[in-house]
């Protein structure tokens, strides 16, 4: 197994995309950090399912990505966070709350900023990890609804660029994934015409599961991108070709 007995971090890592990665990476050998806000019965099967540890904590402050941190190290050196720990307040701009927008970036783009900063400064010492970011399509090309959602993971784009460019050299990688049309808790609360539609956009006219998105970020977290940085991939069923 690729990632045997590596420390992974996985925030928002209880339910949808994020339960799936922490799956995925154990799967793979690693010693899974499943980091969660309020769901604490889920996250407490998933970790009796694969064998990691569960940690309450709020990203979007320092202390609680540093509580995250010092679970991990607790258990050994960490050498992988996956930064996925995310929340939509969809509405159209000219009724947007201001704390609609503040609570979205702060969660979305404050929390991987945190928990980047935080990991960094272990991994560039050890010169050794791979940090993957959750964005996604409305980061890349916009979406209606959600101009809070889409500016949150637009700056997870530049972050994720940008530290690559910073810690590079110091054999630490820095990469995102972009999602498409997932199903997850967030998607199934929309109407089904909207559903109807993203599925007629998709060329393989289905809408993703958390298990498609899974596997990218756990090559990425793997020796087989050893020589990748500062890249986006999309999955997405080919909605954004």
């Known amino acids: 197994m690729e990632l045997q007995d590596q420390v992974a971090i996985v925030t928002g890592g209880a339910r949808g995309i994020g339960r799936a990665i922490a799956i995925e990476l154990a799967a793979a050998g690693a010693k899974v950090v499943v980091n969660y806000r309020s769901s604490a019965k889920e996250a407490e099967e998933l970790v009796a399912q694969i064998g990691g540890v569960a940690v309450c904590a709020d990203v979007s402050t320092t202390e609680g990505c540093q509580a995250v941190i010092d679970a991990a190290e607790a258990i050994g050196p960490l050498q992988i966070l996956v930064n996925n720990a995310g929340i939509t307040a969809d509405g159209l701009l000219i009724g947007m709350s201001d704390e ?30 791979s940090i993957i970011n959750l964005t996604s399509i409305s980061g890349l090309r916009g979406n209606s609804g959600q101009v809070n959602y889409s500016a949150s993971k637009a700056a997870i784009v530049g972050m994720t660029r940008s530290l690559a460019k910073e810690i590079g050299r110091r054999k630490v990688r820095v990469n995102a994934v972009a ?58 069923g080919g909605m954004s070709c």
């Open 179 to 236: 999602p498409g049309f997932v199903e997850t808790d967030m998607t199934k609360k929309l109407p089904q015409q909207v559903l109807d539609g993203a599925k007629a956009m998709i060329p393989m006219r289905r809408i993703g599961q958390p298990a498609d998105i899974a596997p990218t970020v756990r090559f990425l977290a793997g020796p087989g991108s050893e020589y990748i940085t500062g890249q986006v991939i999309v999955v997405d």
């Open 100 to 129: 609609d927008f503040d609570q979205v970036m702060a969660v979305n783009a404050g929390g991987c900023f945190r928990m980047m900063r935080a990991a960094s400064q272990l991994m560039i010492r050890r010169r050794s990890g």
